[in-house]
Structures are given as C-alpha cells and as structure tokens.
C-alpha cells in the first residue's frame, strides 16, 4: 500500500490543526497515511510556563521511520523566518537516510504558521522545501487551482510553495477553513502525485 507521513512540530496547536487537515486530503487521494510529531526539545517546565500544547495525540517519529513512506510532508511553525529548532534537530539527524539515498524520489511537501502576515512564511516554507530537495524528494506545491489564498476578504495564510496559517501575535486565531481547506488541497495533490509514481 501506498504510504505518506504528515511529519510536524507543533507549540501551541496549529500546524497540529494544519497536520489534520493536510492527511485528510492525503486520504481523499486513496493514500494510507500517517500523522507523526517530532521530539520536543524544550525542558518540560519551561514548556508548562510558556502554555505549549502538550496533549498532542500523535506519536513521536523516529528519523528512520522516514524510510518507511513513499511521501513525507513536513510542517512547522515559522521561528524569525526560519524553520523550528525541532524539526531542524530532527532532519539533521536524517544524514544516514541522505548517505544512502533512501529518501530519492519520494514527494515531499511542506507547510508552516506564523504569527502575522509577514512572519517569514515563504522562507520558512523554502527552508523545509531545500531540505527536503537535499533529500532527493520530488516537491509539490499549493498551486493557485486553491483559489482560497487569493481573496481580499479576509487576512489568509497561503503560498504556492505550501499551505499556511496566521496565529496571531497572541497565539489566538486558530486555521480559518479557507487556510485548512488550503492544506487539504495540497495534501491531496500530494497523494494523486504519490498515487501515480508508486500505485
């Protein structure tokens, strides 16, 4: 069976709001897929004083679990333009994945939160995109057919590079359904994309 990994890291709840909405696209292409989170590496008591969500359902990954998907879509929250200090800890540890090439020619995907417009969305979005093109996987998009990131009627998330969201600068404003909507799309051209390559 066709496989995909929802790989994410999540403070406060909305890329884990993101993840959920990414597999459920993944699912609508017919594409078994599965939501993992990666290791906090904040102290514990220093994560309970800044209210991190620590409730999470989905299991923690390993980074040989990486091996085992023929898609990994990566999520993160936005960190001064820049992608979290734990998902980077967490792909860097994948060189023994990169030497041996066991990553080449899977799709990849990426998506991110910040908390304003211009958070540093995009380059956050590049960040995950480069690692994963280091990776050797074939990247897929939000293309413009998610016609939602365009409107003027509300502040949106968005990019062609990957689905997004606006936290807030307070943390408050959870995914709209247009943002969620944006991240089933891609999830779904990522699975149709993985589909055709290894069905």
């Known amino acids: 069976m066709t496989k995909a990994l929802v790989l994410y890291y999540s403070s406060y709840g909305h890329i884990e709001a993101m993840a959920e909405a990414m597999a459920e696209g993944v699912r609508k292409a017919g594409i078994e897929v599965d939501i993992k989170r990666v290791p906090e590496t904040v102290p514990d008591d220093v994560a309970r004083k800044a209210n991190f969500k620590l409730d999470q359902e989905a299991p923690v990954a390993k980074v040989d679990d990486l091996a085992d998907y023929d898609a990994i879509i990566v999520g993160t929250g936005t960190r001064f333009g ?76 968005g990019s062609p590079y990957g689905a997004t969201t606006i936290a807030g600068t307070d943390g408050s404003r959870q995914p709209s359904e247009i943002e969620l909507e944006g991240a089933r799309h891609q999830g779904e051209l990522i699975g149709k994309t993985t589909a055709k390559l290894f069905g």
């Open 82 to 157: 820049r992608v979290s200090s734990q998902m980077a800890t967490f792909l860097d540890q994948a060189g023994g994945l990169w030497a041996s090439g066991a990553l080449n020619g899977k799709v990849g995907g990426a998506f991110t939160s910040s908390n304003s417009q211009h958070g540093g969305q995009e380059t956050t979005l590049f960040s995950i995109i480069t690692n994963l093109l280091h990776f050797g996987l074939t990247i897929v998009g939000l293309p413009y057919s998610h016609q939602g990131q365009t409107t003027m009627e509300e502040i949106v998330g």
